[in-house]
């Protein structure tokens, strides 16, 4: 599997997100070294607190699988995924999560919670961290500049 690959469609669907006007988050779910669904976020545009990057690609993953559960698949997203996201990815049963940028506002993995090391959890998410962290946090970065001039 080739991290960096997977994380740079992951940004390609942040700059989709900047484009509209959303926070500049990407996320795909890949399995078997295949593409199986993307997202990015969408909140705005869809009316929806819950169109994080990481639910909107869980959501056409389970789609295209037929299944709301997602066995072996690695979930690529651009920051480290809040309480929120995390909790989806646990009950989809996610096998991977690879993020970019660490989130110090909102992280749920490491950052601000530390919720995928919950011992009492019924399901375990293998986690790699940091994957084109600088370019993931330049892209925020950018947008929120942008955002206060």
Request: hydrophobic residues 45%; charged residues 25%.
């Amino acid at each position: 599997m080739d991290d960096d690959h997977w994380m740079g469609l992951a940004l390609e669907e942040a700059v989709r997100a900047a484009q509209t006007g959303e926070v500049p988050v990407g996320a795909v779910v890949v399995v078997d070294d295949r593409l199986l669904a993307s997202g990015h976020n969408a909140p705005i545009a869809r009316q929806d607190p819950t169109a994080h990057a990481e639910i909107v690609a869980l959501r056409a993953a389970a789609r295209a699988a037929g299944n709301y559960r997602l066995p072996g698949v690695t979930l690529y997203t651009t920051i480290e995924p809040c309480v929120m996201c995390c909790g989806a990815a646990l009950h989809a049963r996610v096998a991977r999560l690879v993020y970019g940028a660490d989130d110090v506002k909102a992280g749920a993995v490491r950052s601000v919670h530390r919720l995928l090391d919950d011992a009492r959890l019924n399901h375990h998410i293998e986690v790699t961290a940091g994957v084109r962290a600088a370019e993931c946090g330049a892209r925020l970065g950018e947008f929120f500049r942008a955002k206060r001039t």
